[in-house]
């Protein structure tokens, strides 16, 4: 695919700086930028890379000021925000692949299941229950697993692998990846004489609307009522979400993170990776989590937290540094100690 | 499904306090309770949502003792173990949902497999390979992959798209969910001139009775004898065991915990979240390990350790309070210091 | 299978120091040796089992010396490296197993796939997309999903249920554990108005010859390019590998490790579980990263390292230590403080 910096411009309400007639078929990072490649400025800590770059458009913020000589083979397009812009137009390039359509075989499909078969893509070796509905044009990859009474909603992508336990709700124009397993029984068990005696999981998951779900992430079915995924949450991969766990609107959540039974987040939360939740706590909305973080309590909305146990972020990395000096500062306390003993 | 407090009182060996014919048909948290519906309460943090629940019935400890009014509406029934109870009765409805049953098609079963047709559920595309020994009343879930002379004991579960590599051995009772995998190789390698070398791992895994083994959780094949699961563990989602580990009766580990090769973990531990431990060590029987804890070394039977590296419990929280001191703390220590130097 | 201790000393080119006609027909961890097992010692740790093993063989280094009498029922085979030579010899025995071979059936394979029939397995309800190519003598394990215009090089080995994305390139030799998922989407979003808009990741994943890919362990396509696995890498299970990752010839990375989106890492690393990586950092070569630690910036070559933030592994041994005395460190500097203040 070939397209003009004119184009682009149009794709994306842009402003041309250079040669509208260049045009490009590929993408490249700018610091690996090629004569016929488009590349884009939006981190600040690439931004000597445009002095150089072979690239023949860069897509850059309205605000971008040069403070040097730009290669003369360079054009510019100046839009709002270079990376959203960059999410248009590889969606443009994505948009023009043809889509997966028809149901392969062989499928198992139960005779109660609901769906329209002229929209749908169904990939071989699927599994589709008792009483499953499924919306418009969902696509269901190869050996997904769609158990009884599941609820898929319009535009819905779900890639090979995925196992859907029963009665999970799953909304409209989600994406699941591979291997992500939706609906599995919370871990829960009562003691008695030191034996664990398993309690069932009669509950279900509620996905909403919008919701990106990594590969081989979990999300456990809730006791008796629903764990809940909002509007526009995205996680990555290999999460973990226990039981009677709910997380709020457009939450993202890096990889590995792990949150524990009942607990409940915000919405426009961010948690960085390998970062890990005790159960039965409430995080406000706005809460930055960084990476291999430790929550034990609550947090109110809008802290941005570090740490294990987790403390205020900026507290975290002054600590951090200190520790570092600690066998030093262990040496001279003593010393002072003696002292004292003293009577110095 | 609808009970009266008689009958649930009648399963769970209850004495009833209030309305004996009162009927619920749903569960309800007890501070989300509702008319018609059954909540319980064992966390004593919950105990205050007792005096104004809209519940219908609540199940309590013979030892609670109401220290204001209950609500007129609530009828009681005090149990020994009010947890435990409520698994009795999960347990009961659980157990009124028809069983799938039968062979659906497509399967893969080889001719030299054997197992009773009768009492079997084996969903469509799964595969069972040569040599294998499938017990009574097995669940084989869509998409499972049974390897090679694996055998499978009675009235165990296996969920769809769980993976069993060869020669694995899995006892009776045993729920297994989707996406975990036993057997596949350990972590061996043998380092000539600064590349890896392979080591052929030609043990199996053995997962005695009664055990539960969660979503995506992967355990190792030993090198040449057995990783060993005892009769009565529970593992959570995404947990790494590794070649040659050997983990005791009635552990229970939570999730993303990670096992190194050849450790040996004793009997009634407790694993807390993301903790992660050394390869050759031992832990005691009855240890508790709390969430992302780093363990290094042997731990005798009996402690509560955290942190990474371990430590006492009450030690790591004691510490990590000065933790956030700690900037201060390196201040003050530096004005003694120059006091000290300057010979005040 | 028996051998005897001479046929053992030919394949592995070692010296017999005892009985060469003695014979074994199974393997024994030293300290568990048998009559009729072959054992190995290499971990130093182990060296006084020798003295009183029961094993009828057992695998040395060349450097051994006894310090104590061995038994007599004990012949030794010397050899340069005990541990290569014992996967030597497991990869001997493994290798007289039979390999599977053929086309199960059913699968589901596209007319435009390329593959030699003759010398390739294909397991039951296998997938593979559009335009695929299969090198010589790779296995397909059941439920594999190979997705559009894939390629895999020759004796390559996919177990049950992996799941590879289209446009993946998949080296020679490879092999990739069951549940493994290639070429899921990256996690890539611009921010809108506090929505998450997708960032399609139209690139893919390139893993080169000789790499070995872990149980359940994930790894993203790139945005636009490709993440990049070189030559010789292990991965273990549960790892994480972000889009526009690149990891080094020959390094190896334990399980359940976290690699953030495009940080390079060099070659020969070793990268203990559960350690986990900022994105856009890089780490040279030959760096040794402890289990758990938390890497937040560049790394030089050579380096080993620890924490979270990480440090130098001997400082934070030497930290951690010192942070177990921080209450009474605490103590003492608030009494000296106490002092000053009194002017004494």
Do not use: W
Not at 62 to 68: H, L, Q, S
Not at 257 to 274: A, D, F, P, R
Not at 323 to 332: A, I, V, W
């Amino acid at each position: 695919m070939t397209f003009s910096a004119k184009q682009i411009a149009e794709i994306l309400h842009g402003e041309i700086e250079g040669n509208a007639e260049i045009t490009v078929s590929r993408f490249a990072k700018i610091e690996e930028g090629k004569p016929g490649a488009i590349s884009f400025l939006s981190n600040p800590k690439y931004t000597n890379h445009i002095y150089n770059t072979q690239s023949s458009i860069i897509l850059v913020n309205k605000t971008f000021t040069a403070e040097k000589p730009l290669p003369t083979t360079l054009t510019l397009i100046r839009v709002e925000n270079s990376y959203a812009a960059l999410a248009d137009l590889l969606t443009v390039i994505n948009n023009l692949k043809p889509r997966k359509s028809g149901i392969e075989t062989p499928v198992h499909i139960s005779p109660t299941a609901t769906y329209d078969s002229k929209q749908i893509y169904i990939g071989a070796f699927s599994y589709i229950g008792d009483n499953v509905s499924i919306g418009n044009k969902v696509s269901l990859y190869p050996h997904t697993y769609i158990g009884d009474n599941v609820t898929i909603g319009d535009d819905t992508i779900i890639y090979s692998g995925v196992k859907i336990y029963s009665d999970s709700i799953i909304g409209r124009r989600c994406i699941i990846h591979s291997g992500a397993v939706i609906g599995s029984d919370g871990f829960g068990f009562a003691t008695e004489d030191e034996i664990f005696k398993k309690i069932p999981q009669l509950g279900n998951v509620i996905i909403e609307d919008d919701v990106e779900i990594g590969a081989n992430t979990t999300i456990d079915r809730s006791v008796m009522d629903s764990t809940i995924i909002r509007r526009g949450v995205k996680l990555d991969n290999l999460i973990q979400v226990a039981h009677n766990v709910e997380i709020g609107e457009n939450t993202g959540i890096a990889a590995q993170v792990g949150i524990s039974g009942s607990t409940k987040i915000g919405s426009n939360c961010l948690i960085g990776g390998q970062a890990g939740l005790s159960g039965h706590i409430n995080i406000g909305n706005n809460v930055h989590i960084g990476a291999q973080a430790g929550i034990m309590s609550n947090v109110e909305g809008g802290k941005t937290i570090l740490g294990s146990p987790a403390m205020d972020a900026k507290g975290f990395f002054r600590s951090s540094i200190i520790f570092t000096k600690l066998p030093e500062m262990y040496k001279q306390l003593g010393q002072l100690q003696k002292r004292k003993e003293k009577g110095q």
